[in-house]
DNA sequence: ATAATTGCAAACACTTTGCACCTGT
DNA sequence: ACAGGTGCAAAGTGTTTGCAATTAT
């Protein structure tokens, strides 16, 4: 039911291939531009979607004043959660069995299915809580 | 140089009156609404910058979806998270002191300190769950 | 054949701003 | 008197949407 087309392949590769931490729509733009690929702005914004709802991508907001960025998580077990350092923007891979607990438990009992792939919690990474002390 | 105004005191004291956790622009607005309160919608985004800036509020960046909440600071209400529907897109709030364990646990055990007012897990809530099916 | 995707431009939601008028000090 | 605040309507920003044409299956 999902094709396979040039642009969402193209958009996919732009995001590998740019090893920026902060890929952003605009960036993306940029490229697409530069490289005189045929892409929509309508097109970016429902592939990013697409993108993020299939957990191959992470959206990061970092505020609201900033537009937010798109990190690739390579897709694999589903039982964890991301993390963002607020400081470093650097992302984080959380495998912790507490995470899978938690989320039966809030399905359980609080009749909610939580999607860990779009979970991102946002703090401060030991790096950076140690740089600022 | 910042003047005492009958409209900063008249916000303020809609957010103390509100026991709401997720006061938003709009559920003031309705209250000025309601009250027939003379604050501009203009004068209400000024207003809350202001007191944002000031350390009075806490302004909270659910998603991008949702409109930001606004906390009084010293209410430090650190223990709620935030449910959002990938489905409806609406937000809930959940009590529930496994997330604090976890955000504890996630600082203890793996180095990264979460910051509570930013978790926001993704999922589908029980309607829409019951409707898709 | 037909279901999904695309580009375009228009619509959107939320927020900010310029300016003339008003208010607090 | 004058710095600061207000309301209005207009502009801004980033994103979404309706639709006819196009493309993937």
Do not use: W
């Not at 733009?29 to 191959?56: C, H, M, P």
């Not at 979970?119 to 950076?128: A, F, I, K, P, R």
């Amino acid at each position: 039911m999902a094709y396979k087309t040039k642009q969402r392949e193209q958009v996919l590769d732009i995001i590998k291939n740019s090893n920026s931490k902060h890929v952003t729509v605009e960036s993306i733009l940029n490229i697409i531009r530069k490289d005189n690929i045929d892409i929509s702005r309508a097109t970016l914004y429902r592939t990013l979607d697409l993108l993020v709802n299939s957990g191959a991508l992470k959206k990061i907001i970092v505020d609201e004043k900033n537009p937010p960025c798109y990190q690739l998580c390579e897709l694999e077990d589903n039982d964890h959660f991301h993390l963002v350092c607020e400081k470093c923007g650097k992302l984080f891979h959380l495998d912790c069995e507490k995470v899978g607990e938690l989320v039966e438990h809030i399905e359980e009992d609080h009749g909610f299915k939580v999607n860990p792939s779009r979970v991102v919690l946002y703090g401060t990474c030991d790096e950076c809580a140690k740089k600022n002390k």
